[in-house]
Antibody, heavy 117, light 110 residues
Framework: QVQLHESGPGLVKPSETLSLTCTVS????????WAWIRQYPGKGLEWIGF???????TYNPSLKSRVAILADMSKNQFSLTLNSVTAADTAVYYC???????????WGRGALVTVSS | QSVLTQPPSASGAPGQRVTISCSGS????????INWYQQFPGTAPKLLIF???ERPSGVPDRFSGSKSGTSASLAISGLQSEDEASYYC???????????FGGGTKLTVL
């Protein structure tokens, strides 16, 4: 049974960098694709980006200048970095496994990240 | 502002049938399939329906989905108290080149 677990700081100062790691257990990262998705306190969901097992990443155009998603397949982990954060980046960040048809069948429990000084 | 539009709330009595709508545009629902997620407070979304009307293993057949043009709906029959949750629709968007979500519908079982 594949499980995902997000980890990283829960508090980030404005203008600094948000960094989260998603650890995949119970299965391989190949040949799937993996996503970061965030949920604002008001409950809306927003796709951040994908990491594809072939080594390519794609991003939401609204975040593209600030975001990077990388993976360490040897550790079964993929990461999210978001630069120059503001209070508007405060959200619960989820990692998820993507399937053909662009849906997400397995989600992590989520990591609340608050941007505040 | 979410790309897909859902009513913020819905309700029904136990045993009733409830539908939740989701509307989009030609770049998302008009040309791609729809997926639905169920979320309980404090937990992650859970895949409920994929590819318009397919249910993952373990999801009761009381849940069904449909899509027509740029609109879609989730139907829950034989409503149970355990169905009280928020429901989100999602689809691929060709303009964004990524997935988009609805704002969510909070279902109350009366």
């Amino acid at each position: 049974q594949v499980q995902l677990h997000e980890s990283g700081p829960g508090l980030v100062k404005p203008s600094e960098t948000l960094s989260l790691t998603c650890t995949v257990s119970g299965g391989s990262m190949n040949p799937n694709y993996w996503a970061w998705i965030r949920q604002y306190p008001g409950k809306g969901l927003e796709w951040i980006g994908f990491f594809f097992y072939v080594g390519r990443s794609t991003y939401n155009p609204s975040l593209k200048s600030r975001v990077a998603i990388l993976a360490d397949m040897s550790k079964n982990q993929f990461s999210l970095t978001l630069n120059s954060v503001t209070a508007a980046d405060t959200a619960v960040y989820y990692c998820a496994r993507g399937r053909d048809g662009w849906y997400f069948d397995i989600w992590g429990r989520g990591a609340l990240v608050t941007v505040s000084s | 502002q979410s790309v897909l539009t859902q009513p913020p709330s819905a309700s029904g009595a136990p045993g009733q049938r409830v539908t939740i709508s989701c509307s989009g545009s030609g770049s998302n629902l008009g040309s791609n399939t729809i997926n639905w997620y169920q979320q309980f407070p404090g937990t992650a979304p859970k895949l409920l329906i994929f590819s318009n009307n397919e249910r993952p293993s373990g999801v009761p057949d009381r849940f069904s989905g449909s899509k027509s043009g740029t609109s879609a709906s989730l139907a829950i029959s034989g409503l149970q108290s355990e169905d009280e949750a928020s429901y989100y629709c999602a689809s691929w968007d060709d303009s964004l080149n990524g997935p988009v979500f609805g704002g969510g519908t909070k279902l109350t079982v009366l």
